[in-house]
């Protein structure tokens, strides 16, 4: 019978025990701090290289959330999306005897005498009923009572010359018979400068403003401007824009007034100077001078949460028949459009249209560009030719052949300027329209 061990030996084999744990604790320790201080090692060597292409992700505590789609804020006034795509200036004319015009000359007594065809003596009736269709998609139709509705206690402002001021009759003609005859006025301010429709009932105007070049010129006078002579104040655009702000919706045009035929004349400091400085140049460097100074103008004073800016593009003359037709021929006693849609008229030129892109595409502040040359370029019948009212006597010359007083530069109302409202209309409440 073997002898029990002695409480020695016990106390032996337990520490032979626990030395050999140790000696794997401490073997296991030593491997873990050999890895961490490589790892560390690569990571002190990696610390703050910036992946070229794909950059660091970033981690959160926070629970991830299903992407949900972004829908970008409507302008103001946009009342919901439409046809994505449809561009609503490449089209047709169509005719349309059902609903063309959309009122009556006598129905509307904010028509100036320059535009009223029909009292002066037009005698067809054909150029009120044609309708503009684009291609694949429709214009929105025009609602009277929306358009009121959104103008409730806000101020709409056409800003440039004659053509804009149809276009401003225009918008007056479309919405003026929802209104009672003691809820409207027309009024005129600073020397005929401002005109002022007042819908009393819904605290709304809509306002025209006299500035052919936008700019300062010496033009100003809305009445007597006929100078053949004319002069631009660079970096004007205050003298006029003082009279913009706070207005919601802004429609500007200028163009004609730039085509002289000459240089333009600049001047560099004021109209009261005794000793004027003024430089000549071309008509496109001029014209871009006066747009960088308009969009410097709408980006530093209008506030783009509230504003809409509309830019209506150069208006089309007729004053030749580069159509096809006689040389001698220009828009005197034409009654339909031009058929050929590749048409685009001498006189509206491309140069400014690029000066335009250019310039418009640089912009900080959202403009909506009407763009309506190329679709007005079809319409020779539409203008007042000699139905207007003559502001002198016509010579027994002038009486012998009507072409040589035939006016090919403004509209007859109702007419095509309709047509810019519609579009202008459109893109106001409808903006993802192209």
Same mark, same amino acid.
């Given at each position: &019978?073997?002898?029990?061990?002695?409480?020695?030996?016990?106390?032996?084999?337990?520490?032979?025990?626990?030395?050999?744990?140790?000696?794997?604790? *401490? %073997?296991?320790?030593?491997?873990?701090?050999?890895?961490?201080?490589?790892?560390?090692?690569?990571?002190?060597?990696?610390?703050?290289?910036?992946?070229?292409?794909?950059?660091?992700?970033? @981690?959160?505590?926070?629970?991830?959330?299903?992407?949900?789609? #972004? #829908?970008?804020?409507? $302008?103001?006034?946009?009342?919901?999306?439409?046809?994505?795509?449809?561009?609503?200036?490449?089209? =047709?004319?169509?005719?349309?005897?059902?609903?063309?015009?959309?009122?009556?000359? !006598?129905?509307?007594?904010?028509? /100036?005498? /320059?535009? +009223?065809?029909?009292?002066?003596?037009?005698?067809?009736?054909?150029?009120? =009923?044609?309708?503009? /269709?684009?291609?694949?998609?429709?214009?929105?139709? @025009?609602?009277?009572?929306?358009?009121?509705?959104?103008?409730?206690?806000?101020?709409? &402002? @056409?800003?440039?010359?004659?053509?804009?001021?149809?276009? *401003?009759?225009? &918008?007056?003609?479309?919405?003026?018979?929802?209104?009672?005859?003691?809820?409207?006025?027309?009024?005129?301010?600073?020397?005929?400068?401002?005109?002022?429709?007042?819908?009393?009932?819904?605290?709304?105007?809509?306002? @025209? *403003?006299?500035? $052919?070049?936008?700019?300062? !010129?010496?033009?100003?006078?809305?009445?007597?401007?006929?100078?053949?002579?004319?002069?631009?104040?660079?970096?004007?655009?205050?003298?006029?824009?003082?009279?913009?702000?706070?207005?919601?919706?802004?429609?500007?045009?200028?163009?004609?007034?730039?085509?002289?035929?000459?240089? &333009?004349?600049?001047?560099?400091?004021?109209?009261?100077?005794?000793? =004027?400085?003024?430089?000549?140049?071309?008509?496109?460097?001029?014209?871009?001078?006066?747009?960088?100074?308009?969009?410097?103008?709408?980006?530093?004073?209008?506030?783009?949460?509230?504003?809409?800016?509309?830019?209506?593009?150069?208006?089309?003359?007729?004053?030749?028949?580069?159509?096809?037709?006689?040389? !001698?021929?220009?828009?005197?006693?034409? +009654?339909?459009?031009?058929?050929?849609?590749?048409?685009?008229?001498?006189?509206?030129?491309?140069?400014?249209?690029?000066?335009?892109?250019?310039?418009?595409? =640089?912009?900080?502040?959202?403009?909506?560009?009407?763009?309506?040359?190329?679709?007005? !370029?079809?319409?020779?019948?539409?203008? %007042?030719?000699?139905?207007?009212? /003559?502001?002198?006597?016509?010579?027994?010359?002038?009486?012998?052949? $009507?072409?040589?007083?035939?006016?090919?530069?403004?509209?007859?109302?109702?007419?095509?300027?309709?047509?810019?409202?519609?579009?202008?209309?459109?893109?106001?409440?409808?903006?993802?329209?192209?």
């Amino acid at each position: &019978m073997k002898a029990p061990l002695s409480s020695s030996t016990s106390s032996s084999s337990g520490i032979l025990r626990r030395s050999r744990l140790s000696t794997y604790l *401490y %073997t296991l320790l030593a491997f873990i701090v050999f890895v961490a201080v490589i790892h560390g090692e690569y990571s002190i060597a990696n610390f703050g290289r910036v992946d070229p292409i794909i950059p660091s992700p970033v @981690f959160s505590t926070t629970p991830v959330k299903k992407r949900e789609k #972004v #829908v970008a804020q409507l $302008p103001s006034f946009a009342v919901e999306e439409s046809e994505e795509g449809c561009d609503i200036f490449s089209g =047709k004319w169509v005719k349309d005897e059902l609903t063309r015009p959309h009122y009556d000359e !006598s129905e509307c007594p904010y028509i /100036q005498p /320059q535009l +009223t065809c029909r009292a002066h003596g037009r005698p067809d009736t054909e150029y009120q =009923k044609w309708r503009w /269709q684009p291609h694949g998609c429709d214009i929105p139709r @025009f609602n009277a009572t929306l358009m009121l509705e959104s103008l409730r206690g806000k101020r709409m &402002m @056409f800003v440039g010359d004659s053509l804009n001021r149809g276009q *401003y009759v225009s &918008m007056v003609c479309l919405l003026h018979r929802l209104i009672p005859e003691d809820k409207k006025s027309m009024e005129t301010y600073n020397n005929d400068a401002l005109t002022v429709f007042r819908v009393k009932d819904y605290n709304a105007t809509i306002e @025209f *403003y006299w500035a $052919p070049f936008l700019l300062e !010129s010496n033009s100003d006078n809305a009445v007597v401007h006929r100078i053949s002579d004319r002069i631009v104040r660079k970096g004007s655009m205050n003298k006029h824009g003082r009279h913009w702000k706070g207005v919601d919706i802004l429609v500007f045009n200028t163009y004609l007034w730039w085509v002289t035929g000459q240089e &333009m004349k600049i001047l560099k400091g004021s109209f009261k100077d005794v000793e =004027k400085e003024i430089m000549q140049m071309s008509t496109e460097d001029a014209y871009r001078m006066a747009m960088k100074s308009l969009l410097r103008w709408v980006t530093r004073n209008l506030d783009r949460e509230r504003t809409r800016v509309f830019f209506t593009s150069m208006s089309p003359t007729h004053s030749k028949g580069d159509w096809g037709g006689e040389a !001698s021929e220009n828009c005197y006693n034409q +009654t339909t459009p031009i058929a050929d849609s590749n048409y685009w008229g001498s006189d509206s030129r491309k140069s400014i249209m690029k000066v335009i892109g250019e310039e418009f595409s =640089k912009s900080e502040f959202p403009i909506t560009f009407l763009n309506i040359t190329q679709l007005s !370029s079809y319409r020779k019948d539409a203008h %007042t030719s000699i139905y207007k009212k /003559q502001w002198n006597p016509l010579t027994t010359e002038q009486l012998a052949n $009507p072409a040589s007083y035939a006016d090919c530069i403004h509209w007859c109302l109702p007419g095509l300027q309709d047509t810019w409202n519609e579009l202008l209309f459109a893109k106001l409440f409808h903006p993802d329209l192209i």
